[in-house]
T-cell receptor, first 111, second 115 residues
Framework: GENVEQHPSTLSVQEGDSAVIKCTYSDSASNYFPWYKQELGKRPQLIIDIRSNVGEKKDQRIAVTLNKTAKHFSLHITETQPEDSAVYFCAASLGYSTLTFGKGTMLLVSP | GAGVSQSPRYKVAKRGQDVALRCDPISGHVSLFWYQQALGQGPEFLTYFQNEAQLDKSGLPSDRFFAERPEGSVSTLKIQRTQQEDSAVYLC?????????????FGPGTRLTVL
């Protein structure tokens, strides 16, 4: 089955800096890659996703890149703000169905 | 405009008790997923329904876990003879059919603590 590795497990940045979180996946057939943000005690919420026919997608301060050959994808957050502090999960799926999640990255943005 | 809801939000059970966790998906969402999230970990897949059909239950950790969605809407995850290792947050998610939209909308979860 699919296996998703996520790095780093924790990331501390100063407000205004950029943050990058990287994930690799094992199943080359996976074709959908969402990123979820989960604040403490809250539900995971989708922040951006990318499909395998696209190499990059951007939404304001957030961007995701996908390298199908290397089987890795990354989340980029620019101009970080304290409210970006949360746990971020990458995920992969085959057939736009069951998600396999990474272990998460705790992002701390210090004012 | 209600999102996915789950009840109860918190459940404390003594080891050996049976528990039932409820999920109300977004109206019109035919796909429903259950995930288990241990402390400090990512959600892990348990089972998947399309309408009332349970299409994948490969993630259920043992035969003590059982899920149903008899009318294709509300779903119940039942855990029999709970064990301490069952302590986790149980998340439910729903989505439109495959190929229409892929986003899975999550509920707030049920935090199960087995003493």
């Amino acid at each position: 089955g699919e296996n998703v590795e996520q790095h780093p497990s924790t990331l501390s940045v100063q407000e205004g800096d950029s943050a990058v979180i990287k994930c690799t996946y094992s199943d080359s057939a996976s074709n959908y890659f969402p990123w979820y943000k989960q604040e403490l005690g809250k539900r995971p919420q989708l922040i951006i996703d990318i499909r395998s026919n696209v190499g990059e997608k951007k939404d304001q301060r957030i961007a995701v890149t996908l390298n199908k050959t290397a089987k890795h994808f990354s989340l980029h957050i620019t101009e970080t703000q304290p409210e970006d502090s949360a746990v971020y999960f990458c995920a992969a799926s085959l057939g736009y169905s069951t998600l396999t999640f990474g272990k998460g990255t705790m992002l701390l943005v210090s004012p | 405009g209600a999102g996915v809801s789950q009840s109860p939000r918190y459940k404390v059970a003594k080891r050996g008790q049976d528990v039932a966790l409820r999920c109300d998906p977004i109206s019109g969402h035919v796909s429903l997923f259950w995930y288990q999230q241990a402390l400090g970990q990512g959600p892990e897949f348990l089972t998947y329904f399309q309408n009332e059909a349970q299409l994948d239950k490969s993630g259920l950790p043992s035969d003590r876990f059982f899920a149903e969605r008899p009318e294709g809407s509300v779903s119940t995850l039942k855990i029999q003879r709970t064990q301490q290792e069952d302590s986790a947050v149980y998340l439910c998610a729903s989505s439109l059919p495959q190929g229409v939209d892929n986003e899975q909308f999550f509920g707030p979860g049920t935090r199960l603590t087995v003493l």
